[in-house]
């Protein structure tokens, strides 16, 4: 997994609770991203980050929200967590035009 | 609306096989165009990638064909075993690196 790794790597919450993914890279990559995965859609991007501090929306950013304050670290919060949003979100760093993925994160929002 | 349209959902071939996976594109913007694997429970791998200069590319068991003009491209993995069964994503990417994927093709290979 190119160096990346994402914490939890499984999460259980309830409706309405705040929930925040993590996402840390070793490859000094400048880009990161975070993705969805549902079954039929793929891979759909929901914020990416072109440097510390610097981060910009993706297709499907409603509902979430990112940080950068290190090169390394890339986090994903869900701020008010909703059935809608259960998913396996995946991570990823690029470097040239290839992009490496995590191992993901199973997210159920009860 | 999917920018990437993938077929088959799915594809069950015996060992020995060779599976073709196919995808089309719209957005005459896109410029490269990679192939990734996925195992259950791990995250996609990259496994080949193309850019529309060239109509085929090779790497091992893995090819990629590309048309240009009708903007599709398609994925053949030669000589298939059970351990290629997993679920294969195309993806297409503009300069800005906006990649977007296909849905996916789940892949067996029955031994």
């Known amino acids: 997994d190119a160096g990346i790794t994402q914490s939890p790597r499984h999460k259980v919450t309830e409706t309405g609770t705040p929930v925040t993914l993590r996402c840390h890279q070793t490859?000094?990559?400048?880009?990161m991203y975070w993705y969805r995965q549902d079954p039929g859609h793929g891979l759909r991007l929901i914020h990416y980050?072109?440097?510390?501090?610097?981060?910009d929306k993706g297709e499907v950013s409603d509902g979430y929200s990112v940080s950068r304050s290190k090169t390394e670290d890339f986090l994903l919060t869900l701020e008010s967590a909703t059935s809608s949003q259960t998913s396996v979100y995946f991570c990823?760093?690029?470097?040239?035009?290839?992009?490496?993925f995590g191992p993901g994160t199973r997210l159920t929002v009860t | 609306q999917q920018q990437v349209k993938q077929s088959p959902q799915s594809l069950i071939v015996q060992k020995g096989g060779i599976p073709i996976i196919n995808c089309a594109y719209e957005?005459?913007?896109?410029?490269?165009f990679p192939w990734y694997q996925q195992f259950p429970g791990k995250g996609p791998a990259l496994l080949i990638a193309i850019r529309p200069d060239v109509s085929e590319k090779k790497e091992g068991r893995f090819t990629i064909s590309f048309n240009k003009s009708a903007k599709q491209f398609s994925l053949h993995i030669m000589d298939s075993q059970p351990g290629d069964s997993a679920t294969y994503f195309c993806?297409?990417?503009?300069?800005?690196?906006?990649?977007?994927f296909g849905a996916g093709t789940r892949l067996t290979v029955k031994p």
């Open positions: 490859e000094n990559h400048r880009y």
């Open positions: 980050s072109y440097g510390v501090k610097d981060t």
């Open positions: 957005n005459t913007a896109f410029d490269y």
């Open positions: 990823a760093t690029r470097e040239g035009r290839e992009q490496y």
């Open positions: 993806a297409a990417s503009t300069v800005h690196n906006d990649m977007r």
